[in-house]
Structures are given as C-alpha cells and as structure tokens.
C-alpha cells in the first residue's frame, strides 16, 4: 500500500507587472529567502521588506516550493 501524505507548499516567490499595456511597464518581485527574509526587487532597487509587506494584490506570477 502507497502511503497518502498531503503535500505542503511554500510561497517562494511572487511577481506582478506595473505599466498601461504588455508593450510599457516592469515587473517587481518579491523573493523569500529563508531565515534572510523577504526581497523586494524593483528595477535596480533591492530591499529587504517585513512579511506582511510581502503581499500583493496584483500578484501575477506565483512561485511554490515543495516541502520535504
């Protein structure tokens, strides 16, 4: 018999576009680096960020770990 085990996920990353059109714009990410926290990338900006800030309605693009 297979053992059925849940999976859990981590949220790693998420990205979103800020412009009027696929055509203007950048896209800024937020990065989650273990116990270092999490990233906020904005062109040639890179700041470290509390949690809480690490959400985004705009979120475009999400990036999930597998957990052992």
């Given at each position: 018999n297979q053992e059925i085990r849940?999976?859990?996920y981590k949220?790693?990353?998420?990205?979103?576009?800020?412009?009027?059109s696929e055509n203007s714009?950048?896209?800024v990410a937020y990065t989650n680096h273990g116990s270092y926290?999490?990233?906020k990338h904005d062109?040639?900006?890179v700041n470290a960020i509390a949690p809480?800030?690490?959400?985004?309605?705009r979120e475009i693009i999400i990036l999930y770990e597998l957990q052992d």
């Open positions: 849940k999976k859990t949220r790693i990353a998420f990205f979103y576009h800020i412009g009027s714009g950048h896209f926290g999490w990233y062109d040639s900006h809480l800030n690490a959400v985004d309605s």
